[in-house]
T-cell receptor, first 111, second 116 residues
Framework: TQLLEQSPQFLSIQEGENLTVYCNSS?????LQWYRQEPGEGPVLLVT?????EVKKLKRLTFQFGDARKDSSLHITAAQPGDTGLYLC???????????FGKGTMLLVSP | NAGVTQTPKFRILKIGQSMTLQCTQD?????MYWYRQDPGMGLKLIYY???????DKGEVPNGYNVSRSTTEDFPLRLELAAPSQTSVYFC???????????????FGPGTRLTVL
């Protein structure tokens, strides 16, 4: 079972600040997904990264996959209160049947 | 499409009681999953199914049972509820596209269960 370490566990910032959260493992991933979960709801997929070194942008969110495909980061520019939520990274198992999730980073953006 | 629906939204059980958490998806997805989410612990896989009639254990299956008689439905059964099963339960589904690691999992809104 792949172990995914996410950091930080909790982040509280003011609107307009930038932030980066990380997802690391000792294993190589075939792909990695980032989900956002808002309070009282299920997680929703934000992005999937597949290629080492890949960078994907989703409005103010930038996702990067490490060259060795063992780590990933999510950078948010000019955070807004609507970005508040739990950010989860997840990696597909070798049989492509199940996902392993990290424990998540809880982000709170205050006005 | 309603996506993935779960019932009930909330439930309080007494120790030793039984209940079934319902999950239905209308996207004709072959794969379905049950997770539990405890504070600060992310999502842990309980059981999953790759198609009707086929189920398999995940990371934390003890105390739970599942069945998959149709493509649409994947109920989770708790036989003898224990306080350790207090959690938020999420059902998810996915169309497995054969060898791809990039498929999207779609989650339901969750069932918040308290066992007292």
């Amino acid at each position: 079972t792949q172990l995914l370490e996410q950091s930080p566990q909790f982040l509280s910032i003011q609107e307009g600040e930038n932030l980066t959260v990380y997802c690391n493992s000792s294993s190589v991933f075939s792909s990695l997904q980032w989900y956002r979960q808002e309070p009282g709801e299920g997680p929703v997929l934000l992005v999937t990264v597949v290629t080492g070194g890949e960078v994907k942008k989703l409005k103010r969110l930038t996702f990067q996959f490490g060259d060795a495909r063992k780590d990933s980061s999510l950078h948010i520019t000019a955070a807004q209160p609507g970005d508040t939520g739990l950010y989860l990274c997840a990696a597909m198992g070798s049989g492509y049947s199940t996902l392993t999730f990290g424990k998540g980073t809880m982000l709170l953006v205050s006005p | 499409n309603a996506g993935v629906t779960q019932t009930p939204k909330f439930r309080i059980l007494k120790i030793g009681q039984s209940m079934t958490l319902q999950c239905t998806q209308d996207m004709n997805h072959n794969y379905m999953y049950w997770y539990r989410q405890d504070p600060g612990m992310g999502l842990k896989l309980i059981y999953y199914s790759v198609g009707a009639g086929i189920t398999d254990k995940g990371e934390v299956p003890n105390g739970y049972n599942v069945s998959r008689s149709t493509t649409e439905d994947f109920p989770l059964r708790l036989e003898l509820a224990a306080p350790s099963q207090t959690s938020v339960y999420f059902c998810a589904s996915r169309r497995f596209s054969g060898g791809s690691s990039t498929d999207t999992q779609y989650f339901g809104p969750g069932t918040r269960l308290t066992v007292l």
